[in-house]
Each structure stands twice: as C-alpha cells, then as structure tokens.
Antibody, heavy 119, light 113 residues
C-alpha cells in the first residue's frame, strides 16, 4: 500500500524558514516523480513544485521560485520542501504527491501538513 | 498559464441522479504526438486529501467505480457521475498536466439532497 506521510509543519513568522518532509513507503520511490501541492484554508488546490524521479530536474510555480527548494533522498525514500522567506500567502495545507512518469497527474497523496505564516 | 474553468461551482442532487461537471481549459490539452488529452479529475471528500479519479481525460484510476466517467477533448471536458450515492459528497477538481505550471480548476462542490 502506498503511504506518504508529511511532517515539519507548524506556525512560523513571516520571513522565516521551514522544512517539510514526506516519508514514502509501499512503492519504489526512485521510480516516481514527486510533487508538493498546497491548499489554502477553504480554497482550491495549487501546485507548488515537482522533482523528477532521479532529482535531475525541478519545476516551481512562479510565486515560490527563489524561495522554495524541492529535493529528494532516494536512499531514504523521502521528499523535502525547504521554504524560505515565508509570506502570509504561503499559509496552507501542504500535500506530498506522486506523479507518474511521463504524465504529471497526481496519483497518490499524503494526508497533508499545515503551515501557518503569521506574526 | 493554462486557466481551468469549472462549472457549476456547486450543485445539489438526490441520490440516484446523474451529475455532470464541466471543465474548460484556456488552450488545448490534446497533444498531437500521442493524441492524448492531458487532463485529470480528482475527488476531495470533507477533511480528506484529494484522490485521483480519472487521467488522460477518460481513464479511470484503479479502484474507482465505473459510475465515474470522464469525457471530452481539446478544451472541453466533462466528469459524469451516474447514480450518485451519498458517499460521493465531495469537491471535484479538474487539472491540466499539459504544461507547467500544472493548474487546477476552482472546484465543484457536490451536495446530496
């Protein structure tokens, strides 16, 4: 059974940093592209970043480019999201998700972790 | 960016009825190289993570009941739920994966009368 478990969320002041982790199990992590998708309170879904299965390429939405860094450790089956210079508009539940090879729909999702940016 | 427009934003139906949710993209999602439409549908039940229902516009994810049917091509797509059940109470989203940034529709909230 595919399992994705996010951690590292919490309350953080604007301008500060936070690092999210996503522990994967139940599938061959190194075979999958991976992504972070967020959902602001009572709002819709918003793609944040994607990393290719071998870590060779990364993609970001414009609003987080230069502030967020997606990375992965295939030996540990873990995905990360380093979030710097956080803003109030980054407040959301962050989901870790798998993306199929050659087709970037989101197959499986974690339960999500809440990030609140507030002074 | 490719803009995804969903309609209606909400609807309420009785169990057993058929529901149609529409999704329109600002540019074609049909890739000529493989004749596939880069469009997916998700279901998000209250308090839960989203779940993939349909990809390639009409391919059901494993385990998804066959009452969920995806159709359409190019810029116009439809999710049809036949014989709606109480457990289908959720918000439904379409998503394009033709190009980055990957974008979602604003969602359609399905309520059961």
């Amino acid at each position: 059974e595919v399992q994705l478990v996010e951690s590292g969320g919490g309350l953080v002041q604007p301008g500060r940093s936070l690092k999210l982790s996503c522990a994967a199990s139940g599938f061959t992590f190194s075979d999958y592209n991976m992504a972070w998708v967020r959902q602001a309170p009572k709002k819709g879904l918003e793609w944040v970043a994607t990393i290719i299965y071998d870590g060779s390429r990364t993609y970001y939405r414009d609003s987080v480019k230069g502030r967020f860094t997606i990375s992965r450790d295939n030996a540990k089956s873990t995905l990360y999201l380093q979030m710097d210079s956080l803003r109030s508009e980054d407040t959301a539940t962050y989901y870790c998700a798998t993306q199929g090879l050659g087709a970037f729909y989101f197959d499986y999702w974690g339960q999500g972790v809440m990030v609140t940016v507030s002074s | 960016d490719i803009v995804m427009t969903q309609s209606p934003s909400s609807l309420a139906v009785s169990a057993g009825e058929t529901v149609t949710i529409n999704c329109k993209s600002s540019q074609s999602l049909l890739y000529s190289g493989n004749q596939k439409n880069y469009l997916a549908w998700y279901q998000q039940k209250p308090g839960q993570s989203p779940k993939l229902l349909i990809y390639w516009a009409s391919t059901r994810q494993s385990g998804v009941p066959d009452r969920f049917i995806g159709s359409g091509s190019g810029t116009d797509f439809t999710l049809t739920i036949s014989s709606v059940q109480a457990e289908d109470l959720a918000i439904y989203y379409c998503q394009q994966y033709y190009d980055t940034p990957f974008t979602f529709g604003s969602g359609t909230k399905l309520e059961i009368k």
